[in-house]
């Protein structure tokens, strides 16, 4: 049971260092200075417990790689998550056409939002 609980604190902790990483390069982009050192420290911590956890008991355990494995997926699938929802931005493109084709390429355009 000890080594159940252990595996689920496995994948849930890598699936949060992954986030917190996530987190941490969005608020750099944004020069959120403070942030980024705090996530920065606290995305260490525990990549270093996990580590270390795994690499104790990996010959008694190799779940424990299995559970780290698909903490890293989850992790990398929640980040995109929050990537999605926290990095707004607009981008702007410049199109020089010729104006008779104009037409067809707004109509286009619109049509594929």
Do not use: H, Q
Request: include cysteine; glycine fraction near 10%.
């Amino acid at each position: 049971m000890g080594e159940v609980i252990l595996c689920i604190g496995i994948l849930f902790g890598k699936a949060i260092e992954n986030v917190t990483y996530t987190l941490r390069t969005v608020l750099a982009t944004r020069n959120l200075k403070f942030w980024v050192t705090l996530l920065g420290i606290i995305n260490n911590t525990i990549g270093i417990i996990l580590t270390a956890t795994i690499v104790v008991g990996i010959k008694d355990s190799p779940d424990r790689l299995i559970c780290y494995a698909l903490g890293e997926t989850l992790g990398a699938f929640l980040g995109m998550l929050l990537d999605r929802k926290m990095a707004l931005g607009s981008n702007v493109m410049t199109i020089i056409v010729n104006k008779s084709i104009m037409g067809n390429i707004i109509k286009k355009l619109s049509d594929n939002n």
